[in-house]
């Protein structure tokens, strides 16, 4: 039996349409979140590389600095991959034989050739800057000193790398750079600059650093001040105007600081045999008079040229402290006020990073963190009083040239802070003592690269670019929003009104 057949149900042409489009349109969707997932895949990351030496006094690192090329102006993205300690001394030490001062570097450079990829030695930019040890030479035999930079130069051209420079940099440079490199790390140049209308600078960290032959102290004071205008420099950083407060002084690094207050107490004890408060009780050690005075921070005191002088510790830190005073001339100032010897310096104001030698010195004393002043001087009390054969029975993996000079080293740090910088027992809190900040050294080679390869913009980009994942994420968002909303109009407004004519 044949089934009856209804009269055929005729689809509206304009219902036709309406489909069509509908699937056209969830086939677009589709299309996009497709090619948009699809697509989302990171772009290989271009690297870009740098290379600084910091030839100090004591010893020459090399820093093996990279970050993402798309980047290269944004704050707190340059990364230290690599610290390479050069073996022997510092490129000054090299006097008698400029030709090694290039040659020490060799190993070090090649392990610079072995992290960073083949494809990037050509672009990879290489500086050298020496500091305080070069400045003395230079000082001492300025012909020298330049036949020693010949000879590291020499060294650095024969690598594959984009060779730029190698000078020595000034104390207010070396200064300044430590305040830039501490603070790019810590992420302080980051905050905006303006709030309403009022332009006020974000809060920087002071950087103190103390070497073998120099210490620098850098920051930012309260006011402005238009005292010592040689003790500022204006930086205009992301956006932000900085009137940095520098100096360096030069023989006040720790090792010269020494020899000074040896070849001082010789000119006063007028003998080859020196007791010294600064040593522990049973030191002895034998130092050759011309070397004492070859430095030009020793150079006015000459004594007793061609001999021996015989140094042995008392192991007294007050007498040591007392010591030591007069070489932080307080009396002579010509300004509103000093640190020493007529040195300009604004009153301390907010946090101060201290490294380098500092750190050393303090971490070797367990005072890096949460201590006060008198807890400092409690410490050197008793580390000072303790007998030299204790100190290398409790210390046997510490080098004994570091570990007979800690008794010296943290009296000169109080010293140092306290008489000179005018550091107390109020704001002693406000001393941060660190090595490294989020995986970096804290040195001045950040920073002298990052203005060397114009990495820090004087303002702030107007508007950071999205990145490739968040510019995915927004499209799919977008295709979503749209489409509902498209959808909603339909159900709720037009598909109502066309069954209301009659179109479908
Ligand atoms: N573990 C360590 C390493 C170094 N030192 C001492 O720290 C000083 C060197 O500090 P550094 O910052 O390396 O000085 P340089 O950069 O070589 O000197 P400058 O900046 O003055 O040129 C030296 O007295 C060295 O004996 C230390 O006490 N303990
Ligand atoms: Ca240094």
Redesign the pocket.
Known sequence: MEEAKGPKQKISWSKRVLIVLGFLFILGIVALITVAVVQNKHLPENTKYGIVL?A????TSVYVYSWPAEKENDTGIVQQVEVCKVDGP?ISSYSNDVEKAGLSLQNCMNTAKKVIPKNKHKDTPVYLGA???MRLLSLNNSEIAEKVLLSVEKTLRLYPFDFQSCRIITGQE?GAYGWISINYMLGNFNQRSSWMLFEQASVTTGAL??????TQITFVPKNNIDESPDNFLLFRLYGNTYNVYTHSFLCY???QALRVRLASDIKVARSTTLQNPCFNVGYVKNISADDLYSSPCTASYKLFLGSSILVTGSGDYQQCQQNMQDMFDKADCFYSRCSFNGIFQPELSGEFGAF??FY??MN?LNLTSGSDLSKMKETMKEFCSTPWETVKENFPDIKE??LS?YCF?GTYILTLLELGYGFNSENWGNLYFFRKIKGSDAVWTLGYMLNLTNMIPAELPLSPPLSHASYVGLMVLFSFVSASVVLIGWLYFWKPRCLQKGII
Request: no cysteine.
């Open positions: 910091d100090g006094s004591s010893h510092g500091t305080a040890g070396e650093d103390l070497g073998g032959a120099s690094g720790k090792d380098s030698a050393f010195v070797f040239k570091y000079e080293s």
